[in-house]
């Protein structure tokens, strides 16, 4: 018999697993259909939890598909002890934090790339997704207090993933480029996934494979004198944005070291005239 919508979200083993650990009083075992669940939790609950329900549901969705497609596998344990429900908490405050309008939206755009202290290189970093081709772009740029590029790197990866795994991936190869250099030792990292950056700063745990990719960013770090991981808002990350776009559009991996490409000089500028 096929499996319909009310078993695949609510009444499985894992997401079974997933509500116990999550929000028990949101399974409402009465309803015979998913449209009827709907409609019982709209109906009984305050905006704040419906919308966290519909971010639980979509990450029951996504995980049971990243599971039949990709083979990833999300354990009883990641979802029996509330992890599960925190990823799709951070998802959640990262969306109403993008859709937050009038003067924090303004705020927010107001808010532009600074240099970094004296003696200190800053790297931002960036991935692009080429969802249909299973193409990831990543974009590095590193730049010193004078706001003069040090190294620019487009890279390319042939893997499929999430936004999120991305993410962690750009994490990865910035850091992997700062240690290659190696004559930085005091390097300010930036990205703007914030569930990553959280995570890099050991505030956050992340599923298995992010957290493979965490790790090992992580241990790669130990090697510098001093270094941390800076959240920023996307309007900040426009030059390694640019670059991880480069990347999937040429198809190929670079590296420019003391001077960027000329494509990237408008912005590099009007980072520096804010």
């Given at each position: 018999?096929?499996?319909?919508l009310?078993?695949f979200l609510?009444?499985?083993?894992?997401?079974?697993?997933?509500?116990?650990?999550c929000?028990v009083?949101?399974?409402?075992?009465?309803?015979?259909?998913?449209?009827?669940w709907l409609?019982?939790?709209?109906?009984?609950?305050?905006?704040?939890?419906?919308?966290?329900?519909?971010?639980f549901?979509?990450?029951?969705w996504k995980?049971?598909?990243?599971?039949?497609?990709?083979k990833?596998?999300?354990?009883?344990?990641?979802?029996?002890?509330g992890l599960?429900?925190?990823?799709?908490?951070?998802?959640?405050?990262?969306y109403?934090?993008?859709d937050t309008k009038?003067?924090t939206?303004?705020?927010?755009?107001?808010?532009?790339?600074k240099?970094p202290?004296?003696?200190?290189?800053?790297?931002?970093?960036?991935?692009?997704l080429?969802?249909?081709?299973?193409?990831?772009?990543?974009?590095?740029?590193?730049?010193?207090?004078s706001?003069?590029?040090?190294?620019?790197?487009?890279?390319?990866a042939?893997?499929?993933?999430?936004?999120?795994r991305?993410?962690?991936?750009a994490a990865?190869e910035a850091v992997?480029?700062?240690?290659a250099?190696?004559?930085?030792?005091r390097i300010?990292?930036?990205?703007?996934?914030?569930?990553?950056?959280?995570?890099l700063?050991?505030?956050?745990q992340?599923?298995?494979?992010?957290?493979?990719?965490?790790d090992?960013?992580?241990?790669?770090?130990?090697s510098?004198?001093w270094?941390?991981f800076?959240?920023?808002?996307?309007?900040?990350?426009?030059?390694?944005?640019?670059?991880?776009?480069?990347?999937?559009?040429?198809d190929?991996?670079?590296?420019?070291?003391?001077?960027g490409p000329?494509?990237?000089?408008?912005?590099?500028?009007?980072d520096?005239s804010?």
């Amino acid at each position: 018999m096929a499996e319909d919508l009310l078993h695949f979200l609510r009444d499985c083993e894992w997401a079974t697993e997933f509500w116990w650990g999550c929000d028990v009083e949101f399974r409402c075992v009465s309803a015979q259909s998913f449209r009827e669940w709907l409609a019982w939790v709209i109906n009984s609950m305050p905006k704040q939890r419906v919308e966290q329900f519909i971010m639980f549901v979509w990450h029951i969705w996504k995980s049971r598909n990243e599971l039949l497609f990709d083979k990833i596998h999300c354990s009883k344990i990641h979802c029996s002890t509330g992890l599960a429900k925190q990823r799709a908490l951070d998802l959640l405050g990262e969306y109403q934090g993008a859709d937050t309008k009038s003067t924090t939206g303004g705020q927010r755009n107001m808010v532009k790339w600074k240099v970094p202290d004296v003696d200190t290189i800053k790297v931002n970093f960036e991935p692009a997704l080429d969802l249909d081709g299973g193409r990831i772009g990543i974009g590095v740029i590193a730049r010193n207090n004078s706001g003069d590029i040090v190294l620019v790197k487009a890279g390319l990866a042939y893997a499929r993933g999430d936004a999120e795994r991305a993410e962690a991936m750009a994490a990865l190869e910035a850091v992997q480029v700062a240690r290659a250099h190696g004559v930085w030792q005091r390097i300010v990292f930036e990205g703007d996934a914030q569930t990553i950056v959280r995570a890099l700063e050991g505030e956050l745990q992340r599923r298995g494979d992010i957290q493979l990719y965490i790790d090992d960013v992580i241990s790669l770090c130990s090697s510098f004198n001093w270094c941390k991981f800076n959240f920023c808002y996307r309007n900040c990350n426009e030059a390694a944005h640019r670059i991880a776009k480069w990347a999937l559009a040429s198809d190929c991996e670079r590296m420019w070291v003391d001077e960027g490409p000329s494509w990237l000089q408008n912005v590099v500028i009007s980072d520096l005239s804010n």
